[in-house]
Structures are given as C-alpha cells and as structure tokens.
C-alpha cells in the first residue's frame, strides 16, 4: 500500500532522515510536498529524485533559483509564506512538521487541520502554540506523533495503557557538554565550547540549549501538551549516556523505558510506520559493550533554565510562547559574542516578569506575542 | 465488577504476594479456590480470611488437619492430587499458577483447560511441558500471562507490537551470588553461600539455579515458548542491580525495557488488572538514588547452564524436561552436601547425552519422562 508524504523542512536534519527511510522503501511511498527555507538547488534535486508533487521555498526571493533547478521536471515550484501553508494543507497520509522554530507555526496548523497524521519534530510550535495548537488536534482528529526522541520514546511507552494508571513521566537529559562544570566556568563559557553536543549531532542553537538545558526544560512543556498526566508527575533526570531516552512509571510500580541509538532515524521510523515497526539501518543496542548507565538529579543551582520552563508551562496562556522568544533572542547573542552564558536564564526570566500577555486563542495571538517578546527581549539585551 | 480467582499454591512466596494485592482491593475479587502443599493452619486461616469456597491440600495425608481447622466455616476442605486438578478446573476469572516444581503440572493444565486466564508462576511446567502446554493454551483459547519478573517485564514490552517485529529479546540476569568468582572458587562453594541471592528474596532451589545461572536458562526456555521469535533472538545479559528486568528490541532500532523494584507484587499486579493497571504499594524507581545500571556479557565458561538450556531448547521434544529434571535432582544433591557446585552442570549435561526419549505429546507422557529422568539422574549421582 502506497502512503503519501509532505516534508515541512526536507533540507534540514531531521527531513534528511526521514528522505533516508523513504529511499529504503521507495515503492511505499508517494511524496506530496518537500519544503526549505531557501537551499533551491539542494530542494530541487530531492524533488526531482523523490518526483514530489510540489516543491517550496519559504522565501520567496529563492523561488526563481528553484523554478530554475526544476525547469523540466514534473514538480511545481512555488514560493512564500502562503505557498507554503498551501502545500502544508495538501492532502497527505502524514505530514513531517521539521521546520525549525516559530516559521513552522503556521504550515504545521495547516497540516493539523487536515485531519491526518502528523510527526512533530518543530518543538517551539508546540511550546508557543500550547494549547491553541492541541485544541486543533483535538477538533480535527488529527493523530499527532512525537519525533523528539524523548516524546517518541515516551509515546512507545504508553503505548496501549490510560493516562489514570501514569505515577510519573521523566525525560532523560544527557546534562550537555557543561554537565560537569561549576557555576565560575559556566559565567565564563565560550560558544565553541557550548556547540559541542556529547551524543547527538545537532545544529548551534539547540546545541546551546542542551547546554543551559533550555532544550530539555522545552521538552518538559512539550511533554505537559502531549502527555497530560499533570505537571506535578514530568520528571528529568540526568543519564550522561542518552541511551534511555525517557520513560514512564505506572501505578502499579512498572516503569517502561524506551532505549536506543542516538539516530533520529529510530523516532521517525517509528512514526513513519506506527502503529507497525519498519526496518532501519541502525546498529542494535549492545549493552554489555556500553557496560553502564548513570543517572544523577539535575543541578537546578547551575542550570535554572528547566525550573523556568517549569514555571512558564505552570502558569500556561502565554508565558511558554514568552520563554521560548527570549531563550531565543538570549541564544543569538550569546552566539554572536553579546550576551554570557549563564546570562541567557537571568534575560529569559527578567523577559517572563516584564511580559505577561493575555493568553493566546489563535495562531495569529501566538505570532503576535512571539514577535512582540523578541522585541522587548532585544530591549532588555541593550540594558545588558 | 467482582472477579473470580483461584491460587493454586495459595502459601508460598508468590501466592502470598497475591493474596496482599488482593486484600487492598478485597471488594473486586472473590476467591474460589486456594490450594496447598501440606500447610494446614496456614491454608485454612487464608480461606477463612478471603470467604474462598474451597481450599485444597495436594498432600492427602493433611486433610484431617484442613477439615479441623476449617470447621465451623463456610469454605469446603479437600485433598490429594484428585482434588487438587478439580479445584483447578472450578471456574475462575484468572487462576495464579504457582504450585513450585513438576507437582504444579497436572493442575496448570487442568486450569489452562479452562479456557480463561493463566498467571504462570510455575517455570518447570513450562519448560517440561513446552509443547505439550502451548499447545493447550491454542486449543482452549487460554490467556497466558507470565508471572515471572522477566517474561512479564517482556510481555509488557511487546504490548501492541507484533512478534514480526522482534530484533531480539534480551533477560536480564543479575548473575547470582557467585558472579564474580573463579572456577576454583565456584569448584568450593557450599550451600549457604549459594542460597545468599544479591536482590530477591527466594527459596533455596531457586537461589541455587541462580547461582549456577540455571535459573536464567529455564527462563530462556520459558521464553522460546512464550515469546515465539526463534532462539537465535533470545539473550541474556548480566545486570547485577536487576532493575531493567527484560527488553524487547524492534526492527527500528527501538528497545523497550521494563524496570522495576525487586518485588513479586509488581508483575503479579501486572497481571491481576490486564489490560488495566493496579496500585501496588511499591516505591518509585529513582535512578538518579541508585546511580548506575552496570551490563556485561555472560560467562558461559565459569556459568555452563545457559548454554545447556539454549541446546535444551534447540533439541526441544523431551529436553528440556530431562534437563529440568536433572538440575532439580543435582541440585538438590548440591544443597545435601553430596555434589560440588560446579558438577550440578557436568551433571545436567551428562544426563541429556545419555537419556533421549522421544518427544512427549500429552501430559502423561512428560510426568513419565519427568519420573525416568530422575531416577537416572540419582543414578548417575551414585557413580560421582
């Protein structure tokens, strides 16, 4: 049975492994839209070699290099922001939502509202657009599936069993490359030493959020709209190795835990196929070779970032969408040399006192708070 | 809604485990038979206390002392093997099988004839019986459920996933007492230091078979019958806190564990409220107290008994029932004083090569080979 595919950020990590799988089993699939922010030739050649139906770049200003590379093929080529959500809202058996950061929103809400299947990769959507995101969810049918290893992880875990019979739900956090250093070396971090992620291969901003923890504060919220078993029973805690990438504690004492590589073709695969399994490339766990797990609490002291993002999911409406335009903005600077490491939660903080807003009940609300809260983030950025 | 059970080996450790699962939720559950080996008082006290309207003393010679300590009560007293398989055949909802040895044969089967629900705590009967028992549970279109921390550990990984699936499934093993000693020091060890088990609290046999790892491997003969992926995807590995007690790994890459406390109550409670869950008063896992979880490949050459039971499993027809049979027989000559550890193996091995009936297809055919292979098994402990 063949079962038709639209990438949202096909050029990215987690569309480049997810077009891995596709070409493992090529004749299952029949792919509808591939999307990129701007890479046209590197979007062109896998429309060509995947003949997708429809190719986009989200800026518009790249669509002629695209129609370009395209010239003679069977895809069409469109771009801009409209383009984009039109392709989002083509029908297809499930939707990859991999676009990165708050430019996702928008074509994932037109992929929720078809009423299909969605693996969601884009984490800011779902911690900005909380509840007016899960509210879609909820009246269009729509089966979202987590590709965040964590959330897929827990996914696989409650597979088959109520929400009532969850004790707690904790997500492992490799503890990032500073796991080990004390508050002096963190004031002092540079960002070379911050993109140095210890198991995965990832791009500079979530890099540096594994370092503050951001990322695994990001997930809890995620976790609290995709699992509502109550924020009181999300846990974290520290596995340096990243080879269970979460678990869940049942009523009865059971705790299933999910374990695997650090491939994020194990997540996709197992939304690509659920609720059947598919093959992957991927070496078997051998834990004999690994020879130990460990486990630690997490250091609140040095990494406040998941006690804010514990408080920004308590307090709900906006505060998330607050957080994560701050962490944002704090990321960039620190990246760009303007702004010290452990400065990033202190901004973060200060932004969600200053900023309250009313809580969104649209995509449009949500959209406007991110903007305006990168705004007022910048502001206080120059009173650093 | 009040179910029915029975609990054939209503004193031991599992059926004691039951029973205080079943007194915190006393209103769901009414109790049809308990049954004994001789433990009159003890049996009686239990059936007075859960209203059970039979309890059954397999040991006929303790009847008298049943009736008199029954008198006056509503619950009917009876005993003998008759009596034992008519109480197993009485209607029950769910029946716990955890009759020790091969004395718990007759009236597993006798229950899985039923057609309802079987909680298999009695490994013997199934790597004695193996077809014979598999094949009952097909025709009467039984529910099996493992009681066993292993096999449930792995039956709650496999929920939902289809055997087609299955990479492999790997028992965990904490290695028993004497992981960590040489071959010399395992050619001296006595009885006392054998039933010394690191993490559960067992009976002598049972800490013995841990100790020479026979436990493990009638586990992974239970588990080729329960679990039919094929052996060649059947593993162990050791993992001396036995906190992961089994995983399950798919195609895709993703493993599934089930971890827990060391505590019977867990996949008893497992059991009781399939598909459901129960509460059980165990405390929560806490990785981050214990700290690590240590793995290391199995020594099949200071612990020979899983190879055994592998070659057991892959000859299958009367094997594994010679094979059981022969490690209850050195064992008990071990705990005697009369066999050196390490001979318990040399032992096993030796009986499986000398004694080779054809494959057993009812249930009289494996309690013969049962009976002959002891009675060659004490023969050959006369030539030690």
Not at 249 to 260: I, K, M, P, W
């Amino acid at each position: 049975m063949t079962r038709t595919i639209t990438i949202l950020g096909a050029t990215g990590s987690v569309g480049a492994s997810t077009i891995d799988l596709i070409r493992r089993e090529r004749d299952k699939w029949r792919v509808m839209a591939l999307t990129a922010n701007c890479q046209a030739a590197e979007l062109a050649e896998l429309a060509k070699e995947l003949n997708a139906e429809v190719a986009v770049v989200a800026d518009e200003s790249c669509l002629p290099a695209l129609r370009s590379h395209l010239s003679g093929s069977q895809t069409l080529a469109a771009g801009g922001a409209g383009a984009l959500n039109e392709a989002a809202s083509r029908p297809a058996d499930i939707t990859i939502a991999a676009i990165v950061g708050c430019a996702g929103l928008a074509p994932t809400m037109a992929a929720i509202e078809q009423g299909k299947t969605i693996a969601l990769a884009n984490k800011e959507a779902l911690v900005s657009a909380g509840e007016v995101m899960t509210a879609a969810v909820s009246k269009y049918g729509t089966t979202l599936l987590p590709v965040d290893s964590e959330h897929n992880a827990i996914f696989q875990c409650l597979a088959g069993n109520s929400y009532d019979h969850v004790r707690s739900i904790t997500l492992t956090a490799s503890g990032g490359p500073f796991r080990d250093w004390t508050l002096e070396q963190l004031a002092a971090a540079t960002p070379a030493q911050a993109v140095k992620h210890p198991n995965w291969d990832m791009g500079a901003k979530i890099s540096v959020d594994s370092a503050t923890m951001f990322n695994k504060g990001l997930e809890l919220i995620e976790a609290h709209h995709l699992f509502p078993v109550g924020l009181d029973k999300l846990r974290i805690v520290v596995h340096p190795q990243s080879v269970i990438h979460s678990m869940v504690e049942y009523r009865d004492g059971s705790t299933l835990a999910q374990l695997g590589p650090s491939d994020m073709r194990v997540p996709i695969a197992s939304c690509l196929a659920w609720p059947s399994r598919m093959d992957t490339p991927c070496a078997p766990l051998d834990l004999a070779a690994l020879g130990e797990l460990t486990f630690r609490a997490p250091d609140e002291d040095r990494f406040p970032a998941t006690r804010l993002c514990r408080l920004a999911a308590e307090a709900g409406g906006a505060a998330p969408a607050v957080l994560n335009a701050g962490n944002e903005i704090a990321v960039a600077a620190f990246l760009a040399g303007h702004l010290p490491f452990t400065r990033i939660s202190v901004m973060v903080e200060e932004l969600l006192g200053r900023y309250a807003p009313a809580a969104p009940v649209a995509l449009d609300d949500v959209i406007a708070i991110d903007a305006e809260a990168r705004g007022r983030a910048r502001q206080l950025l120059e009173l650093v």
